[in-house]
């Protein structure tokens, strides 16, 4: 392909180049060729690369804008749009264009985002009725997503005080120097609950990394309606369960633990010795 406007050389013997029905002369030998070339495409659609240089070559070895336009064929104003853009920077590609104006300005944007860092607890559906926003949901979601506040679904916590978490992080740290082997031995048991019923999710508007903030998660009830399952588990396998309803006290966990937490930790206890192993630690208190 040749770019840039062609310049006929008087010493070239001058020959006679015909298409579309239009003849001209011509010192180019790739003038023909150019133009059958060109003669592919509706005058309303947009031209092809090859269209548009031939719109400029064309030109430059004496062809008139009629002429090019009944060759190729397209409008006298796409003619010149593409002859002078070739001549100008050789090339003919589409220049930069600036896309859809946006629909929602810097300064409503910013007004939406304090407003979902403020309220938290929101979805973009939110956001435009309490705003009054005339703009969509989707935008409103791209404009939170471009400054870095997602929507996600919170994280449901447990009601820790300063003193739990203290008490929990000193526990870690006082069993830190424990190997593999001696944490084989402990038989580790816990309690959860089922939900009775339906739970939707809540989103909350946060930044990344921020999941666990308290301001982003929601407070756990200590007793909802719920099934409780007590369970136990070492490093040779699970133990022994319980389902129950009522709420968890000290006279039922003690109950649960007389069944089968020593149940548990003899069988696993029989098992680690067949192996070699040590004999299992529980730390249960009457």
């Known amino acids: 392909m040749l770019r840039g406007p062609l310049k006929t050389n008087p010493s070239t013997p001058v020959k006679s180049v015909s298409f579309a029905g239009v003849t001209r002369a011509s010192g180019d030998e790739n003038s023909a060729a150019i133009a059958a070339s060109a003669t592919v495409s509706p005058s309303r659609t947009p031209l092809t690369e090859a269209q548009r240089y031939a719109c400029g070559i064309l030109s430059a070895v004496g062809y008139k804008n009629n002429e090019i336009c009944t060759a190729i064929p397209c409008s006298p104003q796409s003619v010149i749009k593409w002859k002078r853009r070739l001549s100008q920077t050789g090339a003919v590609d589409d220049s930069p264009r600036s ?15 304090k407003h979902a860092l403020h309220t938290k607890f929101t979805t973009p559906k939110q956001i435009k009725r309490e705003l009054h926003l005339s703009v969509s949901p989707r935008t409103i979601r791209r404009s939170l997503n471009e400054q870095g506040v997602y929507g996600r679904v919170a994280r449901v916590t447990p009601p820790l005080k300063p003193i739990h978490a203290k008490r929990r992080l000193s526990f870690s740290e006082g069993y830190s120097n424990w190997d593999n082997d001696r944490w084989a031995t402990v038989l580790w048991s816990d309690e959860t609950s089922i939900w009775m019923g339906t739970h939707g999710r809540v989103w909350v508007q946060r930044r990344k990394n921020t999941a666990r903030e308290p301001e982003n998660t929601i407070p756990r009830q200590k007793h909802p309606p719920k099934v ?5 588990f070492c490093s040779g396998g699970v133990g022994g369960c319980e389902v129950f309803e009522d709420n968890l006290e000290s006279k039922g966990m003690k109950a649960i633990l007389q069944k089968h937490l020593l149940a548990s930790s003899e069988k696993e206890d029989r098992a680690q010795k067949s192996e070699g192993q040590r004999g299992t630690y529980i730390g249960v208190k009457d």
Do not use: N
């Open 228 to 232: 409780h399952m007590w369970g136990c």
């Open 99 to 113: 896309g859809r104006p946006r629909l929602i300005s810097a300064e409503l944007q910013s007004q939406v985002v």
